[in-house]
């Protein structure tokens, strides 16, 4: 996951001038490329047209919503009482409820995240193999799927307390997993992987001699690190846990699952309570947004200003063989504890699921269970969930394409050309990153009720949300891959008689062809479980899976919507397959 | 023909790299420009290739005109007709030793790839490793590959840029001989850019001195090394000592006041301030005094210390508050007296210029 980290400057020279000097024809120029500073030009024009509209007319449409005393689209005064309405107790109670429910899913995902690296990566630890697979799996069990099977679990009427009442007789002690708590403990287990995945990267690349040296300065394995490879992780550290931060801040499908029926609600949720039950408060909710959006931007300047700093203290790339710390008496809490927490993220969850979506009629004991293929039928036989599969495989498929093009035509321009306007160009790419789905959502919901483009009710509204939403992603990608190669590579191709197209296709595609396919591979996964930017926009024809799973649970219709998760999950194991097969690229991590 | 650069200018914003230089490559010719890091010579060679944008002055290619900023003219690099060798080498990764040297080939549309890739890679002496890919070969081989592409589509023009400088002492001086003789063959201009003057000297027909985004001096190898026109050519080419002179009525003398004879040639009153130039292997140096001749220097110094070489023992001796290096076969001790003869030709005024980083550099 270093995409997260940012892009770095290049070299700065100007190799390149828009509109400067005009390119004159040759007599002899006529069997070569033509050459193609026009074309680079109006593309950039382009480029920079579609990411500034991409970019700001959610919040354009946001800003101009939360002055408004009305719904979308109908007539109305200005007004600025939605901004008053800000510092209502309400508000702000539920601001320090979202504040208090990230930051504590933050501490805890990075005390678990880490601690599982420093297992995986730095001990005498069985499995380091089995254990990562398992944790880029659970990176990918979409986190509202993992909400509804612990709701299945962990509800008043779900498998816990069940067992409790039926098999123990217990009658004292239940299990409510509608609390604050409850959303804590299934955010710590969706953003895990996540801290494990950006730490893993800095703790695999730390020049070994750092800690050799501690070694032999008399430092013991436990000594050497907390005094020199945890301080030298700092910088990671800190950078995981302000992204953690953001994502937490920004969780929708969790609390709105969890949060709603226990009267839990945080910033996310109540966007989308103030939009779909009446009275509806579109132009507070557009208020709330843009004061999300500000909060989680500003982490993630912070973070930004981090990976900067990181790069100049740490690694060296080469990643060496380091004495794996003997783990003696610890080695099986270890790895009870490891077993536990695939148990819980994962195993269980789907294992829940699979059951639920196989009964008739719900029961914790699985020798009561009527057992039945009816959802399974059901989706067969459903024209509405096969429209929703295939919407899915359109929006994920094709608007990962538009995705990774539109980022590596945003950084070929910010990383290699840079032309006039290119640090406002990267500002925008990278200024959906600061926005929540919900909010960017909601924004779109603002914009598309008085813009005149016939994007409402459409699937390419859908693919614009996604793109603009991960756009950032797809940028940072390839703009790393860009700066590592040296720029010397294309100019030897124009040297020898390439033009700058011929020269970016022949030359620049093709040695950063992995990492296209890996932003691909990323775009595609993230794309397949979005449900935040969906939820507001969606309509009954441009529905896609996430929302069918959500619309059924919504029903508390557990069968359906577990069936659909399992197919759901089936599918994207299936894409994932075979994504990895088509382009090995994206396995690289 | 060949190439001509007529007041070119470069600035990057309010930071100008090169201050109007003018130069011209013959045909067939061997140019070399030279200088420490930073003096605009390798900017220079991109303004020539076209990767960089002129921001004034003309710049002509075998009599045609490539870049002309007053008259908004600029021919992209790929229509310059020219072959260039990175410093990286910029061999591409992804393609074949015989793909890399195919590549301007089939992007110019030549018919015979095939021999054209096939004369390149022999004459590098590449040929057995045509199928190789990048990462399976050395760094002396793949700046074989690196110059076999740059002259596989035979460009009216050769540009290097530090092409060595990533190469082990003994590689270098062999690729340096093969550079020249490939370029013999080609007799195509050849522009080369780099700070090693070893290089500068074995390679070039003339070698341009550059300092600060200005042309010092330039010449013929041997006219640098035994003229430069001021103290920053004379440090950059070639081991030098300075020696601290004022002159006195006609004649100079020492800071100590000791009488220098000097070079007549150089002994122009020109109203610049001067210092004599006296090359280490000019001077004699032994332990006691012998015989003075007529026209010859003797001055008497301590040695401070020496350093064994093999062939000789390079000695550092203060002659009042000057340091200079001489060689000697005899052992001196430290703090021991020595005495420097050398002939006044060999000792030369020049302009006594600022020392620059090209001092720290050089030593």
Redesign the interface.
Known sequence: MSVLQGSGAGRS???F?LG?????A?PN?A???V?N?GVLTGLYVVVFAVVAFLALVPLAALVVGSLRDTSPGLPGQWTLANWANLVSPGVIDTLLTTLVVAGLSTIFAMIIGTALALVIHRTDFRWPNAMTGMLALSFYFPSFILAMAWIVIGSPGGVINDVLREFLGIESVSVDIYSTWGIIFVMVLHQVPFVYLTIRGPIMGMDPSYEEAARTAGASPWCMLRRVTLPMLAYALASSALLCLVLTLEQFGIPVLIGVPGHVTVLATQIYLLCRFPPTAYGLAAAIGLTLAVITSVAILLQRRLARGERSVTTTGKAGKITPIPLGVWRWPVNLFCGFYVAVSLILPGLILLYTSLIKFFTANPFDAVFTFRNYLYIWNSEETQRAIINTIIVSGGGALVGVLLGVACSYYVVRLRPTGYRLLDALVMLPFGVPGIVLGLGLLWAYAYLPLPLYGTLTLIVLAYVTRFLPYAAETSGARFVQL?R??E??????????L?GVW??LM??SLPSLQSSYFLLFMAFFREISATILIFTASTSVLSVSIWSAFEQANWGLASALSILAMVLMVAMMSLLLWAMPGARRR | MGISVKNLVKS?GSLTVIHSISFDVADGEFVTLLGPSGCGKTTTLRCI?????PSSGTIAING?MV?D?AN?????????????V???Y?????LTVEENVA??LT???ERDVAAGVAWALDIVGMGKLAKRRPSELSGGQQQRV?LA??IA?RPQLL?FDEPLSNLDARLRDRTRLEISRIQRELKVPALYVTHDQTEALSMSDRIIVMEAGRIVQEGDPRALYQQPVNRFVADFIGGANFLHVQRVGQKWQLENGLPLEVDPATDRDDGRSKIALLRPEAIRLDATSASEAAGQNRLTGRVVGGMYLGPHVEYIVEVGADRLRAYSRTALAPGSPAVLTFDARDCRLVDDTPQTEARSLHA
């Open positions: 020279e100007d190799g001038r400067a000097p005009a390119l004159r040759r120029a069997r070569r490329p050459a500073g040296d010397s590579l100019e030897a191709a124009w040297t020898a008689g390439a033009s700058r011929a022949r030359i093709p040695l | 990057f290739a076209g990767l960089d944008t045609e870049s900023p908004d003219l600029f021919v992209p690099p790929h229509e310059r007709d020219l072959g260039m990175f410093q990286s910029a061999v591409w990764p992804h590549f301007p992007i110019k549309g690196a592409r740059a589509a540009l």
